[in-house]
C-alpha cells in the first residue's frame, strides 16, 4: 500500500528505475519499464500468473491523478505483492520516453525467453524478425502475431531490443502474451524452425509464389513466417534459406507495403488457412 507521501525525481527507488530506459542497464538488471495503463494492466495479469516461479512485476509508479481514475491498479498490484508508490508528475514524466507521459509505469521482469523456450510444443505459426530496428515497427507486429494467434515471436540477428519503450508501448501488452526471443545467430534460429517441421515462407515483393487463394495449402501447414528490415527486406542468404518466396499482391499503384501491414496480412492469410 502506499502511504499517502509521493516519490520525487530524486527518490533512489525512482532514480533506478529511469535507468531503465537505456539499453545496458536493463541488460544489467534484468528489467524493463512498461509504460501506459492498458500495457501496465497486463503487465499486472501476468505476474498474477500462479504458475510464475519468481517476482514478474516489481514496482508500479502512478501519479495521484492515474491512481483516482484507475484504482484496481493500486489494488491488484497489492494482490500481487506488487510494491506501490505515487510520484510527482515530473518523476512519472522522468520514467517515460514520450512527449506526453501518461503517469503510470512499472518495472518488469524482462519478458524475452531463449529459443527453445520460445519454439517449445508444436508450434504452427511463428513471426520472425531479421534485423528488424525500429521498435515501433518490432512491437506492431508482435501485437499484430498475438492476435493472429502466433506461437511464437522470434527477433534475430542485429534487431531491436524487444523491451526498447516504444517497441513496448506499440504491442500494447502482446509481450505479455505470446512468447517472444531474441537470437543473433540468423543461421541457428532457422536450423531451429526447421527442425520442427515448420517451412520458412520468406516475405519478399519479388516472391515466385502469390499470397492469394491458390496458397493455401502451402499457409495451412506449420510455418515461420521472415520478414526483413524496413529499408532492404531480408537479405538474399537469408531469403535463400526459405522454402518459399511469398509476394503480397499489389493491385494499386503503390511501391510495396511497409513491414507491419505486410506481417499483418501474412499472418492472418496463414491463421485463416490454419483455423479453416
Known sequence: MTDGHLLTERTPRVAAARKLLRRAARLETGRFLVEGVRPVRDALAWAEDPARESPRVHDLFLTSAVAER??????????????????????????????TPQGIAAVCT???????????????????????????????????????????????????????????????????????????????????????????????????????????????????????????????????RADHRVRVPIHGRAESLNLATAAAVCLYASARAQHA
Open 110 to 240: 524482462t519478458v524475452a525467453v531463449d529459443l527453445d523456450t520460445a519454439l517449445a510444443g508444436e508450434p504452427r505459426l511463428v513471426t520472425v524478425l531479421v534485423g528488424v530496428a525500429d521498435p515501433g515497427n518490432a512491437g506492431t507486429v508482435v501485437r499484430t502475431s498475438d492476435a493472429a494467434g502466433a506461437d511464437a515471436v522470434v527477433l534475430a540477428g542485429d534487431a531491436v531490443d524487444p523491451h526498447n519503450g516504444k517497441c513496448v508501448r506499440a504491442s500494447m501488452g502482446s509481450l505479455f502474451h505470446v512468447p517472444v526471443a531474441a537470437h543473433r545467430d540468423v543461421d541457428a534460429v532457422l536450423d531451429a524452425l526447421r527442425a520442427r517441421g515448420l517451412a520458412l515462407l520468406a516475405a519478399d515483393g519479388h516472391g515466385e509464389t502469390v499470397l492469394d487463394a491458390g496458397a493455401d495449402d502451402l499457409l495451412a501447414r506449420p510455418t515461420a513466417w521472415l520478414f526483413g528490415c524496413e529499408a532492404h527486406g531480408l537479405d538474399e542468404h537469408t531469403a535463400g
Open 70 to 99: 484507475h484504482p484496481e491498479l493500486e489494488r491488484r498490484a497489492d494482490a500481487a505483492g506488487v510494491r506501490v508508490a505515487r510520484v510527482t508528475e515530473k518523476a512519472a514524466a522522468g520514467l517515460s520516453d514520450t512527449v
